[in-house]
């Protein structure tokens, strides 16, 4: 009889895919890397793997112990796989973008998950990475793996998924395509078919927009697993060849794509890998081998990007049916506001300076510099509450925002039918219109009276 010892002899080995369909018309050959296929279901179990090895044979990880781990989900699940097989307890910090599904799949390993906000700066006390070391220092016997520094990250796939390529490709493959998040992948595998190729392969890295790695300041974008804040040591910059970025309206946009042309299910990283893949492939010929590493599957994403009800309220898709929709109100002249903000720190009296300037009675707030991302609104700031606190003594004009303003306002997808978010809009008086995942512009109940005009 043939069987494997234990769940954690499964990691590695997995399959390559020829796209066919969201490749049409494209002349090289396109095929994916399906990390699903993982026990796990993701790449992160190659590098949970050799982490958790590694820290035994340095004698920081010892039997008993405890493994603290700041994840979005992947790679908690490959430790809390290897943890058990090995007599660990796993502590996580996830941060709260995270969908329902990633934490619940967390939990049923046996982890003790931390949800933290995921709006605050890497430093904030309450971030999942500082939440994360904060726990460390104080349970005993743990250890931080810390996969955004740890050497073995690369390392992993430097000796598994580099080589894996080579061979399923007989040596073919020019191009390697994946998304930077740890910067582990990338740099591992990517160095391993450089050195191999003697320098042909050409290494390309999917970020979403905002992220550090294609030059942005580390802004929220809605696709997890993926992107940074700040340049993490795992990450070798010297390995990636391009950098390619991609939105959140193309990222999702792929990934259903993904699962109805290809029948692969996976999250939005890997939709955002195959759509970086295929810009790549336009520029390419029939005799170009492009491999593009899918990190994950879907099944942790069903709550959100599969869910017609989560993609419909954050704008990447319309809602069925006929009638006037949200975004018809933002394509008429003086129909749907302009997104107005305000500093948390401002004062009352500057705030209503404001609104009477410019005529408006809801003020978000937010201390980001525009276009403001939703993660970044904190709250809003409305006329009739300031008036209520100004009338009931319970504010004064030198009082600052923060201390008086009420909690974000509803958002609404721009192709969602009006009559559907009039309930909402007639409930909190204005809404946030919402495109692509990013915010467009304030409606209220007066802009929608103003199509009787």
């Excluded at 290897?82 to 660990?88: C, D, E, F, K, L």
């Excluded at 390697?176 to 890295?205: D, H, M, P, Q």
């Excluded at 990447?316 to 018809?328: L, M, N």
């Excluded at 510099?369 to 509450?385: A, D, Q």
Aim: net charge neutral; aromatic share 4%.
């Amino acid at each position: 009889m043939h069987a494997h010892e234990s769940i954690i002899d499964l990691i590695g080995d997995t399959p390559l895919v020829r796209l066919r369909h969201v490749s049409k018309g494209l002349a090289p050959t396109i095929v994916a890397k399906l990390e699903s296929f993982n026990p796990g279901g993701s790449a992160k179990d190659r590098i949970a793997l050799r982490m958790i090895l590694a820290a035994e044979e340095a004698g920081l990880l010892r039997p008993g112990g405890t493994i603290v781990e700041p994840t979005s989900g992947n790679t908690g699940v490959g430790l809390a796989l290897v943890a058990q097989q090995r007599g660990y307890r796993c502590v996580f910090t996830c941060p709260d973008k995270v969908s329902a599904d990633k934490i619940a799949v967390l939990r049923a390993y046996g982890a003790d998950v931390r949800v933290c906000p995921a709006a605050v700066p890497v430093d904030h006390p309450d971030s999942y990475r500082s939440t994360a070391a904060r726990l460390a220092a104080e349970i005993d016997g743990a250890y931080s793996p810390n996969q955004y520094a740890n050497p073995a990250n690369p390392d992993s796939h430097y000796h598994t998924t580099g080589p894996e390529i080579w061979t399923q490709t007989e040596g073919r493959v020019t191009h390697f395509v994946a998304g930077v998040g740890t910067g582990g992948t990338i740099s591992g595998t990517g160095r391993y078919l450089k050195e191999v190729s003697r320098g042909r392969v050409r290494i390309v890295g999917a970020d979403p927009e905002g992220s550090v790695y294609s030059g942005g300041t580390g802004r929220p974008y809605v696709v997890e697993g993926v992107g940074q804040p700040s340049l993490p040591r795992s990450y070798d910059p010297e390995v990636a060849d391009d950098i390619i970025a991609v939105s959140d309206q193309d990222s999702i946009g792929m990934t259903q794509r993904l699962a109805r042309e290809e029948g692969i299910l996976t999250g939005g990283s890997g939709g955002m890998a195959v759509a970086a893949a295929l810009a790549v492939a336009r520029g390419l010929g029939p005799k170009d081998v492009v491999v593009v590493l899918i990190p994950d599957s879907g099944r942790g994403y069903l709550s959100k990007i599969f869910s017609a009800e989560w993609t419909q309220r954050f704008g990447f898709t319309d809602q069925p049916g006929s009638g006037i929709r949200v975004g018809a109100l933002l394509e008429r002249r003086g129909h749907g506001r302009p997104l107005m903000f305000v500093d948390p720190a401002e004062s009352v009296a500057g705030a209503v300076k404001l609104m009477r300037e410019r005529g408006v009675a809801h003020l978000l707030v937010a201390d980001a510099n525009p276009p403001v991302r939703l993660p970044e609104i904190r709250g809003v700031l409305t006329g009739s509450g300031l008036a209520r606190g100004l009338a009931q003594g319970r504010l004064g004009p030198g009082d600052k925002v923060a201390a008086h303003m009420s909690p974000p306002l509803p958002v609404v997808g721009v192709g969602q039918l009006l009559a559907d978010v009039m309930d909402t809009l007639d409930r909190d008086g204005a809404v946030v219109a919402v495109a692509g995942g990013l915010p467009e512009a304030l409606i209220t109940t007066s802009d929608v009276l103003a199509l009787l005009a």
